[in-house]
C-alpha cells in the first residue's frame, strides 16, 4: 500500500538541541517530496521541495534531505519559535499524500 | 499581497443543513485543492480542478461539491449528505497540477451543532 509515515508523531527540545524528523514513504515513481509548516489553527507553509535521491534544500535553520526511500528534516540549534507541526508530502504518478505531521515543540 | 483567501475562518452549521465555505486567489494559478484536515489524520483531498469549468473528485468527495466557474475561485459546498463535516478545511492553489509548490488558505474550521 502507497503511504506516507512520519516519525515521531511527537518531539520535545531544549532550546538549541538539534534533532531530525524522519519522513519515510512507500511509494513507485516518485516525482517529488515536499515538506510544510503548520502553525495551529493556520495553513500549512510550504518550506522545501526535493526531487531526486541525494537532493538537499536549506533554509534558516532548517535542512531536508532526500534518499530513495525517506526524508529528513534536520533542524540545528533549534528556537522556541520553530515550534509547529512538521508535514511532509509525497507526489507520484499523479498522487499526493500527506503524512500526519511530527509535533515539534521548542523549550527555552 | 498575493495569496489565498478562505472565509469564513469559523462556521457553525445545523444538522441538514448545507454550507458553502469561500476560497478566492490572486496568485493566478491554474490549480486549486480542497482539503480536509481530522486530528491524527493526514491531509485528504477532497475535490481538485485543473482549469476553470473543470474539476475531478479527491479521496473523500461524497457528500461535497464543487464549482470552478473563475480562476480565482473555488467555493465547497458541505452537503447534508455528509455524515461528519465537523473538520479543519484548506483550500490551496498551484501553478501546476504536479504537486509542486502548493500553497495553502488560513483554513475553516466548521462544527455541526
Known amino acids: 500500500e502507497d503511504q506516507v509515515t512520519q516519525s515521531p508523531e511527537a518531539l520535545r527540545l531544549q532550546e538549541g538541541e538539534s534533532s531530525s524528523l524522519n519522513c519515510s514513504y512507500t511509494?513507485?515513481?516518485?516525482?517529488?517530496l515536499f515538506w510544510y509548516r503548520q502553525d495551529p489553527g493556520k495553513g500549512p507553509e510550504f518550506l522545501f521541495t526535493?526531487?531526486?535521491a541525494g537532493e538537499e534544500k536549506e533554509k534558516e535553520r532548517l535542512k531536508a534531505t532526500l534518499t530513495k526511500k525517506e526524508s529528513f528534516l534536520h533542524i540545528t540549534a533549534p528556537k522556541p519559535e520553530d515550534s509547529a507541526t512538521y508535514l511532509c508530502a509525497v507526489y507520484y504518478t499523479d498522487k499526493l499524500i500527506f503524512g500526519t505531521g511530527t509535533r515539534l515543540q521548542v523549550f527555552p | 499581497d498575493g495569496g489565498i483567501t478562505q472565509s469564513p475562518k469559523y462556521l457553525f452549521r445545523k444538522e441538514g443543513q448545507n454550507v458553502t465555505l469561500s476560497c478566492e486567489q490572486n496568485?493566478?494559478?491554474?490549480?486549486m485543492y480542497w482539503y480536509r484536515q481530522d486530528p491524527g489524520q493526514g491531509l485528504r483531498l477532497i475535490y481538485y480542478s485543473q482549469i476553470v469549468n473543470d474539476f475531478q473528485k479527491g479521496d473523500i468527495a461524497e457528500g461535497y461539491s464543487v464549482s470552478r466557474e473563475k480562476k480565482e475561485s473555488f467555493p465547497l459546498t458541505v452537503t447534508s449528505a455528509q455524515k461528519n463535516p465537523t473538520a479543519f478545511y484548506l483550500c490551496?492553489?498551484?501553478?501546476?497540477?504536479?504537486?509542486?509548490?502548493?500553497?495553502f488558505g488560513e483554513g475553516s474550521w466548521l462544527t455541526v451543532v
Open positions: 496568485l493566478n494559478h491554474d490549480a
Open positions: 526535493l526531487y531526486s
Open positions: 490551496a492553489s498551484s501553478i501546476g497540477a504536479d504537486g509542486n509548490s502548493i500553497y
Open positions: 511509494v513507485s515513481g516518485l516525482r517529488g
